[in-house]
């Protein structure tokens, strides 16, 4: 049930009075026909991809059939058009990802907003779970009949934070969407839960870390085992992510900056997140110090950033690194938001 009972029968008195108006229905029939249809666009800015669509009345206590069917996917950034009844009311959407997550705008004017952008802000994060159609029974029924049949435990043992989890049917030639998104990690010694689609029973499953490395499994059969595990001697040495030679880079930084430096990052130029700390716990490095580290990894760009004991950040941007061995940091690299 979409609404509470209130809210409902509310309603219900106010269409009766409404009703009893004469000639009331044939104005509004005559102002909103049966076959006038608006062409509204969902903008899916979640993060993550779109496998079931509902679009409802406010008025109504039911979400209705899935707009997406069962082949339909809004990926990341991409816009899905679909027709809805012209009509005065106000209508409710909800979208729902990968994992069952659900997000919702209420009471959305058609007429007035025909571009709905949903983005990882609507997410449920308020104990509506109950309200989406997945869990509910109002159109799919359960978890089951909307094809989220399978839940899986990735374990990260790799010794490395994972950014990015791709899980994909053994059958495909793709690896499909992120299923971490832009804001989920898998710390090492870390459990990541995620639901995968009924339809098969084995899967390839590819970790990426924060230095770009991947670790795959290949023909998991996620029907005799739930749980996943994966570790170093996972890490992909000669699959199509290395099909290229892997580059070995050494650096060193030296710290002119005038203050101590606490922490040190290291990210691939098209990352997406810093990565962990290259230091170790309380180790700093003292002005006019220096810090070694030996990079392995198709790429050879790298973004670069430091932290001085008064929580200053110092960036470089884009850095060859096949050119650049040795990098100083000084105020001019100084980040100023």
Known sequence: MKRAYSSILLGFVILALIFS???????VSEVVPDTQVETIKIVNDTGYSLYHLYISPSTSMEWGEDLLGDTEVITYGAVFDTGIPISPIEYDVCCIDHEGDAYYKWGVGIKRQPRIVLSFMDLDLEGLASTSPLWSGASAGSVQ????????????????????????????????????????????????DTGIPADATLYDIRLVDSDGDSYTQWDVDVSRSSTV??????????????????????????????????????????????????????????????????????QTVYDLKLVDSDDRTYIKWDVDLSENEWLVFTVDDLFLL
């Open 21 to 27: 108006v004469p000639g009331y229905t044939q104005a």
């Open 145 to 192: 009949e909307a094809g989220l049949l399978d839940t899986i435990k990735i374990v990260n043992n790799t010794g490395y934070t994972i950014y990015h989890l791709y899980v994909s049917p053994a059958t495909s030639s793709s690896w499909g969407d992120d299923l971490l998104g832009f804001f989920g990690i898998i710390e090492d010694g870390e459990e990541y």
């Open 229 to 298: 595990q994966f570790t170093i001697w996972d890490i992909d040495l000669d699959s199509e992510t290395y099909a290229e030679e892997s580059t070995e880079l050494a650096l060193t930084i030296f710290n002119a900056t005038g203050s101590e430096i606490k922490e040190i990052y290291i990210s691939p130029g098209d990352s997406t997140s810093w990565g962990p700390n290259k230091l170790e716990s309380g180790a700093v490095i003292p002005d006019r110090g220096s810090f070694d580290d030996i990079l392995t990894g198709p």
